[in-house]
C-alpha cells in the first residue's frame, strides 16, 4: 500500500438483485497520472464510476482518499472531497450562459451575489489552459465539443483533484480530442490525477501513464506505460489474443443500388440538416459515412429510411425514386435501418424479445393468419435469430428493457436483416458496444456486403471506418465535403475534412 | 437512520397479481375510520354492504345492472390506456352513446325488435365514438392533449343531452320532468328473473371476449402495443401512429357509448338527467385495477358493482352520504397507485452514515 496514492479503490463488491457488477475490483490512482479504464460493456466500468461518484454504495471493500477511508451517501460527498466527473450526457442548461453553468455547479446561493469574483476565477481558468470560450454565450449555441469543456470547467473551478471523463472523445473531431489531450496532460503535470474511460484504443495509447482492464466485474490487471500495446489490451479485454482481421475480395462495383442527388432535408429549426447532399451507393459496397454528430448524418439516415421528408432532391433505388415514400414502403424497396439511438427508437422496451423481432415484418403474411397473429410462427422465428445471433434473451416472455445494450443491438441487427434487405443504413452501429459484441456487428456487414447487400455505415470511430468501408465520404454542416479511400488515406486527412478546414 | 427506495428488478408474479387484492383491503381498512367517524361499526357496515350486494337475487340482479355499464366504459378506457392514450372522457361517451341510441328508439319507427336494437347498438357505437374521434383526429393531427379535450367534452355531453331532455326531446306527458318519452317495446332489451337484470350483461361479456382476442391475438392489438410502449419505435417500424391513434379513440367512445346504449335500452327505457352517475369516471379506476386487461376489467367491474350497490345500502340503513362511496373508490386508486410504486422500489432502512 501506497500512502501516496490519493484514490484507493480496494476489494470493491457491488450486487444488483441477481447480477454481480462489480466483484472485488481494486485499483490506485496516483497523484499527476492519467490512469485509464479500459473495459467490454457489461464490464462494471460505469458501476465504479457510480460508485466513486456517490451514487451507489458498494456491498463491500474500501475507499481511501489521501490515505483515509471516505463513504460517500450521495454524489455531493463524493464533490465535496474533490472528485468531479465528464458524464457523457452533460449536465447543461442549455438556455442559460455559460457562466451561469458554471455558477450551477458551485456550492451555495452566496456565488450569485459575487458574481464578479467568480466569473474573475473562471477566466483565470480559461487563460491558463487557452481555451477559447466566451462566458456569455447561451449554452445552446455552442457546439458539444464546448460544452464539453464547460463540464471540464465546472470541476476545474470547483478545485477537483481527481477527474473522471467518461468517454469524453466520441463527441470530439480528432482535432478537438487532441486539444484536449493537451489540457489533460497540462492538468496532469500540475498534479491533478485523471480517471479516463475510452475504448478507443489509438487514444488510450497515447495519453495514458497507466491502464487497468476491467473484466467481468473484477480487476484483471494493470499496466504502466511501456507494457501494454494495442494487441495486448484487445486480448486482455475480450479474452482472445488474435484480433479479427477481415479480407475484402477487391471487386468492380457497377450495380448501382442507391443514388442520391442534390438531396436536402431541413431541420425544425428551418436549416438545413442536408444541403444538396449527392452520393452513389453500388451493390455489395460498403460506404462509410465519417463526421463529427451532429453534420447531418442523422437526418441522412432517417430520409433514407423515410422517417424525415426531403425538402428538395431525389432518392434512386436501383433506379426507382423512393424519395418521399414513408418508413414502411421504404422498407419494401429494401432499405434496412440500424438507428442511432437504439433504446429510444430502436425497440418496443416492454414487449418481449419474441414481439420485438417482428416489429418491422408483423403484417407479413409469416407471422398472421388472417387478422391473427400466428404465435407459433413468432416464436419459432424468435428462437432461430436468438440462436443465430447468439442473443442472450434471457428467460421466454423477459421484456427486452433487461437485455444489455450489445444484446439490444443484436435484436435490432437481427430484426433489420431478416428481410433480406438490399440496402443497411446502419448509424453508430456499434456505439457503446463492447468489443466482442462490436465485432459481431462487422462481420455482419461484412458478410452482408458478400451477399450483395450495400451498407451505409455512418460512425464516429474512424478505426471501424477505415477497417471496414470499400470508400469513405466525410460530411460536414450537411454537405459532402470529400470522399477519400481507406486504402490509401491517413487520419489526420479525414480529420481536416471532418472539422471542414478543406474540402476534396 | 433513515428510509430509502430502492429499485426492485422483477416482481413476483404473486406479488403482482396479489398487489391489487391487498390494496383493496388496506383501503377497506383506512375506510373504515372514516365509517368510525360517521359513528357507523365498520365490521358491521361491510358485512351488509356484503349481503345488500350478493346475499339475495335481487341484490345480485341489482349489482350486475351496475356491472355492465361499468365493463363496457372499462373496457374502452383500457384500451386507449394500452396506448398511452388518456381517454378521461368516457363518462360524456356515455352520454352520447345514450343520446344516439335513444334518437333511433324515438325516431326511427322501426317496429321489428332485432332490428331496432342493432340500429340503437349502431347508433350509440358511432357517436360515442366520433365523440371519442374528435380528440383523436386533435391529436393525431395537431399533438392536442387528449385529457383535456375529452374530459372537456364530458361537460358539452352532459349539458348537450340536458338540452335535448329540458327542451325539444321532453316527454310532453312527462309533467315537466327532465326525461324522455318511454320507449317502446321493441326498444327494449330482454330482461330477466323479474329484476332490472338485462341482457346487457351478456354483451359486456361477450364484448370483453372480442376485446381479450383483439388486444391479445391480432396484428392491430399488436400495434398498439408498440405504439403503446413505444410510439417512436412505432414510427421507425412503419406504423401509422396517427391513424392508430384515432382508431383507438374512436373504439374507446364507441365502448363507453355502448354502455349509454345498454343504460337506455336496458334498465331506464328512456333518457333522463343523470343517465350516468359517474360510470365514466370509476371506469378510469376500474381500468388501472384491471392492470388494462380486459379479463381483468370483468372482474373488477364486479367487485365496483358490489361496492356501489352496498355503498346505496349505507345510505339507506346508516344515512350516509353517496361521498363515503366516492371517498371510498378514491381510497382504492390510491392504494393501487402506491402498490405500483412498492411493486417497482423496496423500502429499505439504512444507518445514517452521512459524513466522510
Redesign the interface.
Known amino acids: 500500500m501506497h500512502m501516496t496514492d490519493l484514490l484507493q479503490i480496494q476489494n470493491i463488491r457491488k450486487t444488483?438483485?441477481?447480477v454481480v457488477a462489480l466483484d472485488d475490483v481494486s485499483l490506485s490512482i496516483a497523484p499527476g497520472e492519467i490512469h485509464t479504464l479500459l473495459g467490454e460493456n457489461g464490464a462494471g466500468k460505469s458501476t465504479l464510476m457510480n460508485v466513486l461518484t456517490g451514487l451507489y454504495r458498494p456491498d463491500r471493500g474500501e475507499l481511501l482518499f489521501d490515505g483515509s477511508p471516505?463513504?460517500?451517501?450521495s454524489p455531493r460527498?463524493s464533490l465535496?472531497?474533490g472528485i468531479g466527473m465528464v458524464h457523457q450526457h452533460f449536465m447543461l442548461v442549455p438556455a442559460h450562459t455559460v457562466f451561469e453553468n458554471i455558477l450551477l455547479a458551485l456550492d451555495g446561493v452566496a456565488n450569485f451575489f459575487s458574481r464578479r469574483k467568480y466569473k474573475v476565477k473562471i477566466q483565470q481558468v480559461l487563460d491558463q489552459f487557452e481555451l477559447d470560450l466566451d462566458l456569455d454565450t447561451p449554452v445552446w449555441k455552442l457546439s458539444i465539443g464546448a460544452q464539453q469543456w464547460i463540464e471540464l470547467i465546472k470541476l476545474l473551478v470547483r478545485d477537483c483533484r481527481l477527474l473522471i471523463l467518461d468517454e469524453p472523445t466520441a463527441v470530439l473531431t480528432p482535432q478537438e480530442s487532441a486539444r484536449l489531450f493537451q489540457v489533460l496532460t497540462r492538468l496532469r503535470d500540475q498534479g491533478k490525477s485523471v480517471l479516463f474511460i475510452s475504448h478507443k484504443m489509438r487514444e488510450v495509447m497515447e495519453i495514458s501513464d497507466r491502464v487497468t482492464v476491467l473484466k467481468k466485474g473484477c480487476s484483471l490487471v494493470t499496466l504502466p506505460r511501456g507494457e501494454y500495446d494495442e494487441n495486448r489490451l484487445a486480448s486482455l479485454m475480450i479474452g482472445e489474443d488474435q484480433i479479427p482481421m477481415w479480407i475484402k475480395p477487391a471487386c468492380k462495383y457497377e450495380e448501382l443500388a442507391l443514388e442520391i442527388k442534390n438531396l436536402s432535408v431541413r431541420n425544425d429549426r428551418g436549416l438545413a440538416d442536408l444541403d444538396k447532399f449527392s452520393m452513389k451507393l453500388y451493390r455489395g459496397q460498403i460506404l462509410g459515412v465519417a463526421g463529427v454528430a451532429g453534420n447531418g448524418q442523422k437526418a441522412l439516415a432517417e430520409v433514407l429510411?423515410?422517417?424525415k421528408e426531403a425538402s428538395s432532391g431525389r432518392i434512386l433505388a436501383k433506379g426507382k425514386d423512393i424519395t418521399n415514400s414513408?418508413?414502411?414502403?421504404?422498407?419494401i424497396a429494401g432499405i434496412a435501418?440500424i438507428?442511432e439511438d437504439r433504446k429510444?427508437?430502436?425497440?418496443?422496451?416492454?414487449?418481449t424479445v419474441d414481439?420485438n423481432l417482428i416489429?418491422?415484418n408483423?403484417?407479413s403474411r409469416a407471422f398472421?393468419r388472417w387478422?391473427?397473429?400466428d404465435?407459433a410462427a413468432i416464436r419459432k422465428n424468435a428462437t432461430a435469430k436468438i440462436d443465430q445471433f447468439a442473443i442472450k434473451a434471457g428467460p421466454d416472455g423477459n421484456p427486452i428493457r433487461?437485455l444489455s445494450g450489445g444484446n439490444i443491438q443484436k435484436v435490432i441487427i437481427a430484426r433489420e436483416l431478416s428481410e433480406k434487405p438490399s440496402v443497411l443504413v446502419a448509424l453508430y452501429p456499434t456505439r457503446g458496444l463492447d468489443i466482442g459484441s462490436a465485432e459481431y456487428v462487422h462481420k455482419v456487414v461484412i458478410d452482408g456486403a458478400n451477399q450483395g447487400m450495400s451498407t451505409i455505415l455512418i460512425s464516429e470511430d474512424l478505426d471501424e471506418l477505415l477497417k471496414l468501408s470499400d470508400e469513405i465520404v466525410v460530411m460536414f454542416r450537411g454537405r459532402l465535403v470529400g470522399c477519400v479511400n481507406p486504402q490509401t488515406t491517413t487520419r489526420e486527412e479525414i480529420g481536416l475534412l471532418m472539422s471542414g478546414e478543406v474540402q476534396r | 437512520m433513515k428510509l430509502i427506495t430502492v429499485k426492485?428488478?422483477?416482481s413476483s408474479p404473486l406479488l403482482r397479481f396479489a398487489a391489487p387484492f391487498i390494496s383493496v383491503l388496506v383501503a377497506l381498512f383506512v375506510a373504515g375510520f372514516l365509517l368510525l367517524a360517521a359513528g357507523v361499526n365498520p365490521a358491521q357496515a361491510y358485512l351488509e354492504m356484503l349481503q345488500e350486494s350478493l346475499g339475495s337475487t335481487y341484490g345480485l340482479s341489482e349489482t350486475l345492472v351496475k356491472t355492465t355499464p361499468l365493463i363496457f366504459a372499462s373496457l374502452g378506457v383500457s384500451l386507449a390506456f394500452r396506448m398511452q392514450i388518456w381517454n378521461i372522457g368516457a363518462e360524456g361517451q356515455i352520454y352520447m352513446g345514450a343520446c344516439g341510441a335513444t334518437g333511433v328508439a324515438l325516431f326511427s319507427g322501426i317496429e321489428n325488435h332485432a332490428v331496432m336494437i342493432t340500429a340503437m347498438f349502431l347508433a350509440a357505437f358511432l357517436l360515442g365514438g366520433l365523440w371519442a374521434g374528435v380528440a383523436g383526429v386533435l391529436r393525431a393531427r395537431w399533438q392536442v392533449n387528449e385529457v383535456i379535450v375529452t374530459l372537456l367534452m364530458n361537460y358539452i355531453a352532459i349539458l348537450g343531452v340536458d338540452y335535448l331532455i329540458y327542451g325539444p326531446w321532453k316527454d310532453p306527458k312527462g309533467f315537466n320532468f327532465p326525461l324522455t318519452a318511454q320507449f317502446s317495446d321493441a326498444a327494449r332489451l330482454t330482461e330477466f328473473f323479474d329484476t332490472r337484470f338485462h341482457s346487457g350483461f351478456f354483451l359486456a361479456l361477450f364484448c370483453a371476449l372480442i376485446m381479450y382476442l383483439f388486444m391479445e391475438?391480432?396484428?392491430?392489438?399488436?400495434?398498439i402495443?408498440?405504439i403503446?410502449?413505444?410510439p417512436?419505435?412505432?414510427?421507425?417500424?412503419?406504423m401509422?401512429t396517427g391513424l392508430a391513434i384515432f382508431a383507438v379513440l374512436f373504439l374507446s367512445g364507441a365502448m363507453a357509448g355502448i354502455a349509454g346504449f345498454g343504460e337506455v335500452a336496458g334498465l331506464q327505457h328512456r333518457l333522463q338527467h343523470g343517465i350516468s352517475p359517474g360510470y365514466g369516471y370509476t371506469a378510469i379506476i376500474i381500468a388501472w385495477l384491471a392492470k388494462r386487461s380486459a379479463i381483468g376489467v370483468v372482474i373488477v367491474s364486479f367487485l365496483m358493482g358490489v361496492l356501489l350497490v352496498g355503498g346505496d345500502s349505507l345510505q339507506l340503513s346508516w344515512q350516509l352520504p353517496v361521498a363515503f362511496v366516492y371517498a371510498f373508490q378514491g381510497l382504492i386508486l390510491f392504494f393501487l397507485l402506491a402498490s405500483d410504486c412498492f411493486m417497482h422500489n423496496r423500502l429499505k432502512l439504512v444507518r445514517g452514515?452521512?459524513?466522510?
Open positions: 444488483f438483485p441477481g471516505v463513504h460517500f451517501s460527498d465535496n472531497i429510411t423515410g422517417l414513408t418508413a414502411k414502403s421504404s422498407y435501418h438507428p429510444s427508437i430502436g425497440i418496443a422496451p416492454d414487449m414481439d416489429m418491422k408483423f403484417n398472421r387478422i391473427f397473429q404465435r433487461y | 426492485r428488478e422483477l391475438r391480432t396484428v392491430w392489438g399488436y400495434e402495443k408498440v403503446g410502449s413505444n417512436k419505435a412505432a414510427r421507425y417500424a412503419g401509422r452514515e452521512r459524513h466522510v
